[in-house]
């Protein structure tokens, strides 16, 4: 087990032989092992076998992800959801990062990480009760290792240092039993990048060699705010000033965000401390559902990224290489029809909250003034014909 006492481990060995040099010294910026044309490329510091099986399944998440975003969308235009905050052209970075976490391992989200929460076994209802705002964010964290969404632009980012802290002092980080080390992963966007709790995470996570990966969705838009705006380096090479590897991958290719996330994630788990990870992809749709992007970007700019979509690129290679048939696709699309049908049902089934409820769960025992609010508070209520307390 390792001391959370101990300094970091120096730039060395562990880093060149994890993350090679070439990261080090900003060589070769991209980590991709599927090309936008579906052709399998090797790298010589990331590189896996994948089975037919995981190939076909990251497809499948990929799909269904999807239909909860447009579905959500629409929802939200029939005034079903007071708003619904967009990940068009995020999906395989959201699944390659969720499929390379292992159960013991906790995922600390911002308000956009839908796929990291389908691949943790949360019902997307779950989220949409959020977004329609008539629950808090209706899942316990500790059954699926998956936090209430964040909308303090990178809070999350402290709170998972602080958890991985405590992960380090409960003994479950560099014992060597894969059961039982864990390490945490933050999501957040370019623009929380330019956060002072990002940077304190940085600074705190560095010092106590927490086993936490930073996995930063550079979607290039901070809303209406472009990344050229906020820094004059790739986001990745900030980590080195921190003490702490930093890695680019292709946010757009599922199984180069899967190898990098599941590498940063080990090493956590090993106890060698934390890792940046820059997801460089683009936001396809709206910032959120309140949002015009066509007032701050080019319309040149998104058709070219529609070419690198994240789907299409896993939909050729399976194609191309005999992987999956027309049964297959068909499988899943008649699968996503049905996810979205009963999302479109059960949105609109789900309970609106009891004005009383405001009052539970405030303090683990209830105070005298809290006490007599809620009284004061049911006798108004009473005082409407046919009040529902």
Not at 159 to 176: E, F, I, P, S
Not at 231 to 252: E, H
Request: aromatic content about 10%; charged content about 25%; hydrophobic content about 40%.
């Amino acid at each position: 087990m390792t001391d959370p006492a101990a300094p970091p481990p120096a730039f060395g060995p562990d880093l060149a032989e994890v993350f090679g040099p070439s990261q080090q010294d900003g060589g070769p910026e991209l980590v991709q092992l599927l090309t936008p044309e579906g052709e399998r490329v090797q790298h010589p510091e990331f590189d896996l076998d994948f089975s037919p099986e995981q190939l076909r399944g990251f497809y499948r998440d990929m799909v269904m992800v999807r239909r909860i975003d447009t579905e959500s969308t629409a929802l939200q235009r029939h005034g079903e959801l007071g708003i619904w905050a967009q990940l068009l052209g995020q999906e395989a970075a959201q699944v390659g990062a969720g499929r390379a976490l292992r159960p013991q391992d906790f995922v600390f989200p911002t308000y956009r990480e839908h796929g990291v929460a389908w691949c943790r076994g949360l019902d997307p209802l779950k989220l949409l009760g959020l977004f329609r705002g008539v629950d808090h964010g209706d899942w316990d964290p500790e059954e699926v290792n998956f936090g209430l969404y964040t909308i303090v632009i990178g809070a999350q980012t402290l709170h998972a240092t602080g958890y991985a802290m405590g992960m380090q002092r409960d003994g479950a980080v560099g014992t060597g039993d894969p059961d039982r080390d864990a390490a945490v992963i933050a999501h957040f966007g370019d623009g929380a990048s330019s956060q002072g709790d990002v940077n304190e995470a940085f600074i705190f996570a560095a010092s106590y060699n927490a086993p936490v990966v930073f996995f930063c969705q550079n979607n290039q838009w901070a809303i209406s705010e472009p990344i050229e705006r906020q820094t004059r380096i790739p986001l990745y090479q900030r980590a080195l000033g921190f003490g702490f590897p930093g890695v680019r991958v292709d946010g757009n290719d599922v199984l180069a965000t899967y190898a990098v996330t599941q590498a940063a994630l080990q090493r956590a788990r090993d106890g060698q401390g934390p890792t940046f990870v820059e997801a460089y992809t683009y936001r396809m749709g709206a910032h959120t559902t309140t949002d015009d992007p066509t007032r701050y970007r080019l319309s040149d700019d998104v058709e070219s990224w529609k070419l690198k979509d994240p789907i299409s690129r896993v939909e050729a290679y399976l194609r191309r290489n005999g992987l999956a048939d027309a049964d297959f696709f068909a499988d899943v699309s008649a699968e996503a029809d049905a996810l979205g049908a009963r999302l479109r049902d059960g949105v609109k089934a789900l309970p609106d909250p009891q004005p009383l409820g405001i009052f539970e769960h405030v303090y683990a025992e209830q105070t005298e003034e809290l006490r007599r609010q809620h009284d004061e508070f049911a006798a108004y209520l009473d005082s409407f014909e046919g009040s529902h307390a």
